[in-house]
């Protein structure tokens, strides 16, 4: 077992090597280099939103709103069943400890109970400020507002998604109208894997991994988006499996070692959730 995971590291090293062109040490490095601390990350864009200053109400310049601001909430409020502003840390479904060994009780704590709700602290006081922004009319404020609110709110959207797509006693290739979905648009489920595993482990600083449904034309597929940016926003792809390759995700684990990372979290992949989040999918586009 354990050999053919080393193997399985080796040949995705040696495939991100092919693709960047580029040393897996300095892949490495690069990733300490590039990643910043999500702590610090969090801290900053709280700083961000208080130093937003916001014109009295008349004498604000109109203006059009970005629709994205509606579209985050939209997808927060599809995926969490929570309005604007109501925002709060889901419990999860399993202890800390129980993805152990492949993600430690540490490392999962820190996660969720740190780096999660900061994410939420922060929205709520970007909605706070938004409502104030609303109120004056305030149309440049409101739109100062939105990195706050995409970073913020994809960071509790992307955590949300990624503690239900987990489980213990879980991992191994899925079944069901998912595995059939993953052969047909992949080819195999080990083509699917070896795509996935090398686009997550490649993803340049912090940022996710993810298998995408495509609505229009009723496939999944494969893509990455960086920081905390949602997969709906960015491509369009509504999200079914995700993985966080945030250094703070891997690092007290794994050091600098992303690839191993990347292979163990298929050690832990709810596949039962990711058929249902597919059958949701399917569904709501009418197939």
């Given at each position: 077992m354990a050999d053919n995971?080393?193997?399985?590291?080796?040949?995705?090293?040696?495939?991100?090597?092919?693709?960047?062109?580029?040393?897996?040490?300095?892949?490495?490095?690069?990733?300490?280099?590039?990643?910043?601390?999500?702590?610090?990350?969090?801290?900053?864009m709280a700083d961000y939103v208080a130093n937003i200053t916001i014109q009295s109400a008349g004498t604000a310049k109109a203006g059009v709103v970005d629709p994205q601001i509606a579209a985050i909430f939209q997808h927060l409020n599809s995926e969490l069943g929570e309005s604007r502003g109501s925002h709060a840390l889901p419990p999860l479904k399993y202890e800390h400890a129980g993805l152990e060994p492949h993600i430690n009780a540490t490392?999962?704590?820190?996660?969720?109970?740190?780096?999660?709700?900061?994410?939420?602290?922060?929205?709520?006081?970007?909605?706070?400020?938004?409502?104030?922004?609303?109120?004056?009319?305030?149309?440049?404020?409101?739109?100062?507002?939105?990195?706050?609110?995409?970073?913020?709110?994809?960071?509790?959207?992307?955590?949300?998604?990624?503690?239900?797509?987990?489980?213990?006693?879980?991992?191994?290739?899925?079944?069901?109208?998912?595995?059939?979905?993953?052969?047909?648009?992949?080819g195999s489920f080990q083509a699917f894997k070896d795509k996935f595993s090398t686009a997550s482990a490649g993803v340049k600083g912090s940022g996710w991994g993810w298998l995408g449904y495509c609505p229009k034309g009723d496939k999944v597929a494969?893509?990455?988006?960086?920081?905390?940016?949602?997969?709906?926003?960015?491509?369009?792809?509504?999200?079914?499996?995700?993985i966080d390759v945030w250094e703070h995700a891997y690092y007290l684990q794994y050091k600098n070692l992303r690839p191993a990372y990347v292979a163990a979290f298929f050690n832990v992949i709810n596949w039962e959730n990711v058929n249902e989040r597919f059958a949701t999918a399917r569904k709501a586009a009418g197939h």
């Amino acid at each position: 077992m354990a050999d053919n995971k080393d193997a399985y590291i080796v040949a995705l090293e040696k495939k991100l090597m092919e693709i960047s062109g580029i040393e897996v040490e300095q892949i490495r490095k690069n990733q300490i280099a590039n990643a910043a601390s999500e702590a610090s990350a969090i801290k900053e864009m709280a700083d961000y939103v208080a130093n937003i200053t916001i014109q009295s109400a008349g004498t604000a310049k109109a203006g059009v709103v970005d629709p994205q601001i509606a579209a985050i909430f939209q997808h927060l409020n599809s995926e969490l069943g929570e309005s604007r502003g109501s925002h709060a840390l889901p419990p999860l479904k399993y202890e800390h400890a129980g993805l152990e060994p492949h993600i430690n009780a540490t490392i999962m704590e820190i996660h969720h109970t740190k780096h999660h709700q900061g994410y939420i602290n922060n929205l709520i006081a970007a909605v706070k400020k938004l409502e104030e922004a609303e109120t004056a009319k305030d149309t440049s404020a409101i739109n100062a507002l939105l990195p706050a609110i995409k970073f913020n709110g994809g960071g509790h959207l992307n955590h949300t998604i990624f503690w239900t797509n987990m489980a213990p006693n879980a991992g191994g290739e899925p079944t069901g109208p998912i595995s059939e979905a993953i052969s047909r648009d992949f080819g195999s489920f080990q083509a699917f894997k070896d795509k996935f595993s090398t686009a997550s482990a490649g993803v340049k600083g912090s940022g996710w991994g993810w298998l995408g449904y495509c609505p229009k034309g009723d496939k999944v597929a494969v893509a990455t988006c960086q920081n905390q940016d949602g997969l709906q926003v960015t491509h369009g792809l509504v999200p079914l499996l995700g993985i966080d390759v945030w250094e703070h995700a891997y690092y007290l684990q794994y050091k600098n070692l992303r690839p191993a990372y990347v292979a163990a979290f298929f050690n832990v992949i709810n596949w039962e959730n990711v058929n249902e989040r597919f059958a949701t999918a399917r569904k709501a586009a009418g197939h």
